[in-house]
């Protein structure tokens, strides 16, 4: 059993910073790309950016150069944090993985967290 845990979500002003935390737990052995996506009130989910195992990253256009996304390998995390936080960025934000490797061989496809809100408002 695998689970991806997400935290760091909450209310800001525009212009101001958040940073969102999320874990994968069980008995891990490894986890493939790790991303974030968000869904807006009335909108698709959308990739947020993504980011593989050696470091490549990858960003949504409307949030390149606001928003950086890392990660902790040893410790199973990624981070993704939001800088000049607009309007716009209110959303759910969803962690997610493509494949998890547990201890015993097994894996897990396309993980996704519960989802943590970011709201942006004055």
């Known amino acids: 059993q695998v689970q991806l845990v997400e935290s760091g979500g909450g209310l800001a002003q525009p212009g101001a910073a958040l940073t969102l935390s999320c874990v994968a737990t069980?008995?891990?052995?490894?986890?493939?790309?790790m991303a974030w996506y968000r869904q807006a009130p009335g909108k698709e989910r959308e990739l947020v950016a993504s980011?593989?195992?050696?470091?490549?990253?990858n960003y949504a256009d409307s949030v390149k150069g606001r928003l950086t996304i890392s990660r902790n390998t040893a410790n199973n995390t990624v981070y993704l944090q939001m800088n000049a936080l607009k309007s716009e960025d209110t959303a759910i934000y969803y962690c997610t993985t493509d494949t998890i490797r547990v201890k015993n061989c097994d894996f897990y496809y396309d993980q996704w967290g519960q989802g943590t809100q970011v709201t942006v408002s004055s």
């Open positions: 980011i593989r195992r050696g470091g490549t990253t």
């Open positions: 069980g008995d891990i052995f490894a986890v493939g790309i």
